[in-house]
T-cell receptor, first 113, second 109 residues
């Protein structure tokens, strides 16, 4: 079975540019999560969706970040405008249910110059 | 107080020894508990899940849960060099999965 698919794997862009990260969850999983991982802060939950509806976006750092899930098989995380402090690895994860294990994609390594 | 705390590392063990990892959590209403392994430059990979008090064994891994003490542990028996990684404890309460900072384990050949 295909796992969580993220794209791109790597992104290098200049400060001020718009960045869009993409995620395809595992088919049949009702929950989708976006995380950010840095050495300083570890793994942080940014936002999660249940049945395509955003449930908790309290982890989104500021208004420059937005996420959408237009259908059950696709989600985006957008940063506009990007800043060097946004440099991190961004993971998407999905799960079948509320207390079920989450399965992670390979992540997007984002570098903002 | 952090939601999930893990014993600070790094933890270095000789090959064949037992590696013991500990985790405490703050929310008594937590329902599910997971251990993830993360190799350098890779994504977290689920290795164990535990939902009720007691021990759960899977191969060389044993997870232990004590809800009264709000404590979860992971034992790695017969440690192998391939076990060298960062181990993340994760605790689910309501809809949120909270991660500890991780414990880095190095298995010396």
């Amino acid at each position: 079975d295909a796992g969580v698919i993220q794209s791109p794997r790597h992104e290098v862009t200049e400060m001020g540019q718009e960045v869009t990260l993409r995620c395809k969850p595992i088919s049949g999983h009702d929950y989708l999560f976006w995380y950010r991982q840095t050495m300083m802060r570890g793994l942080e939950l940014l936002i999660y969706f249940n049945n395509n509806v955003p449930i908790d976006d309290s982890g989104m750092p500021e208004d420059r970040f937005s996420a959408k899930m237009p259908n059950a098989s696709f989600s985006t995380l957008k940063i506009q405008p990007s800043e060097p402090r946004d440099s991190a690895v961004y993971f998407c994860a999905s799960s079948k249910g509320r207390f079920q294990p989450q399965h992670f994609g390979d992540g997007t390594r984002l570098s903002i110059l | 107080q952090k939601e999930v705390e893990q014993n600070s590392g790094p933890l270095s063990v000789p090959e064949g020894a037992i590696a013991s990892l500990n985790c405490t959590y703050s929310d008594r209403g937590s329902q599910s508990f997971f251990w993830y392994r993360q190799y350098s430059g890779k994504s977290p990979e689920l290795i164990m899940s535990i939902y009720s008090n007691g021990d759960k064994e899977d191969g060389r891994f044993t997870a232990q849960l004590n809800k009264a003490s709000q404590y979860v542990s992971l034992l790695i028996r017969d440690s192998q060099p391939s076990d060298s990684a960062t181990y993340l404890c994760a605790v689910a309460n309501d809809y949120k999965l909270s991660f500890g900072a991780g414990t880095t384990v190095t298995v010396r050949a």
